[in-house]
Nanobody, 118 residues
Framework: QVQFVESGGGLVQPGGSLRLSCAASGFSFPSFDMSWYRQTPGTERELVAGISTQSYGKNWADSVKGRFTVSRDDEKNIVYLQMNNLKTEDTAVYYC???????????WGQGTQVTVSA
């Protein structure tokens, strides 16, 4: 059974940083590209960043380029999202899934809430 458990969200002031983690299970993690998504109420879930197997390639949404970094630990089956210089528009629930540009699995975790506010 595929599972994703996101953590690390919270309330942070503009300009601050957070590091999100996503623990994945139920599939061969090292064999899959992984990605982060975010969603705000009433909007579609959008791709934030992706990382290929063995970290060969990475992609980011234009809105987070230069501020967010994605990484993975294939021994722990965890994908990370380091978010720096956070802006109010980064406020959302953040999710992870397998895949590089689009989610591979239909199942999602509970997500982790990131709120950027003064």
């Amino acid at each position: 059974q595929v599972q994703f458990v996101e953590s690390g969200g919270g309330l942070v002031q503009p300009g601050g940083s957070l590091r999100l983690s996503c623990a994945a299970s139920g599939f061969s993690f090292p064999s899959f590209d992984m990605s982060w998504y975010r969603q705000t109420p009433g909007t579609e879930r959008e791709l934030v960043a992706g990382i290929s197997t063995q970290s060969y390639g990475k992609n980011w949404a234009d809105s987070v380029k230069g501020r967010f970094t994605v990484s993975r630990d294939d021994e722990k089956n965890i994908v990370y999202l380091q978010m720096n210089n956070l802006k109010t528009e980064d406020t959302a629930v953040y999710y992870c899934n397998a895949g590089y540009y689009r989610p591979h699995f239909d199942s999602w975790g509970q997500g982790t809430q990131v709120t950027v506010s003064a």
